[in-house]
């Protein structure tokens, strides 16, 4: 059982839906709260703080919290809120709600059991990347999370930018079945909703379980707890289900080339070039602050400038009237056929990155960041060449 030190009764902000028609009533017997006793709840792999649960006591095994008695209401809401992990690029690991018909176990299949009547709802992280989880089994042994997975929904990263809490709350109902999450009480992403009456998800008599996991985590990161309630939730006929109530994020607004007003067309060309690769990032990785690719756009113009300058100067010394040297017009073929194929590492980049951004195919952050240094060199070395030879 569950048995935190008891040093008085907390008052919490109870985490309920402030849409119109909507009321929520917490249920005590299925909850946790730092320093509220509760018979019904018991751990597996996790260390007991007086003001959280840190689901994770060893390296490589995943941890639970379990209650032993039967949710007791037909429409219901389940939310758990815990500490972002902060995971790196090479990091995975997983927060999963179990809804089931037995008390959920613990295994090697994402941290539980790979056998088990009822739903799975979960939040999936690796690196800045969340996907939101919902699954069914029916009493088979899953090989593969795909194989019960009936939906799946990535989660742009700038929506979780700055929040270091986060809480997943899961509603049933006759009416509705969504998946919202929120960061620091603010909610920040209610676009997971289901058509799932046939499959009776919002029904009692299951148990509720969460399960955290980890797959090459650094020990100091953790999924920590802080609170969990279950709600009897009634939805009337002013509620909405159909609502988008997150808020809009906000973009920059996209520039065709001939809206750059540099005097220089090349340059023109160049930072119209860099802003489809960051773009291209912001997709893929979500917004970076001060990153290096913003950094080089600002230090190319500026050189450009320099250079255009110098250029300007020696023009008007008219050296170029001159004789010219035979060597000099060796050289100059030489630059023109290296400038060539530089543009066409520069033209084949620029239609893969187009590709990319259209098909929004998933690559690896390594190979990313690999493609865009080959980039970002290429247009330096392209636009010192094509300037200097004028």
Known sequence: MLFPTILGILNSKLLASKQEGVYETPLDNIMYKPLVYNDHASVINTVIKKDKLYMRSFADESSLIRWDTKNEVDNWSFSVTFDEPNLSAVEYGGIYIYYTDETPMLGKFHGAFDTFNGYVMGLETKGVSHDLIFGHNKGVSMINMDDYMTKRDSIDPERFRGHSELTMKVIATEKNFKIEIYGDGELIYDSFKLTLNELDVHKKGKYFGIVADY????????????????????????????????????????????????????????????????????????????????????????????????IDKVKQLNIFNQEPDKNLNGKVTQIESQVNSIKKVLESFELSIDKNLKNKTSTSPKTQYILLSIGIISILIYGYIELMQK
Do not use: C, M, W
Not at 215 to 222: G, I, L, Q
Not at 254 to 282: A, C, G, M, P
């Open 215 to 310: 797959n090459n985590v650094s020990t100091a990161k953790v999924y920590a707890i802080k609170e969990v309630k279950l709600f009897s939730r009634n939805e009337t006929s002013d509620y909405d289900k159909s609502k988008i109530n997150q808020k809009e994020l906000k973009r920059p607004e996209y520039r065709y080339l001939h809206q750059y007003e540099h005097k220089d067309e090349e340059v023109n060309e160049l930072l119209h070039v860099l802003t489809l690769i960051q773009n291209f990032v912001k997709n893929a990785v979500g917004d970076l602050p001060n990153t290096t690719i913003q950094v080089a756009k600002n230090e190319i113009t500026h050189q450009f400038e320099i250079i255009s300058d110098y």
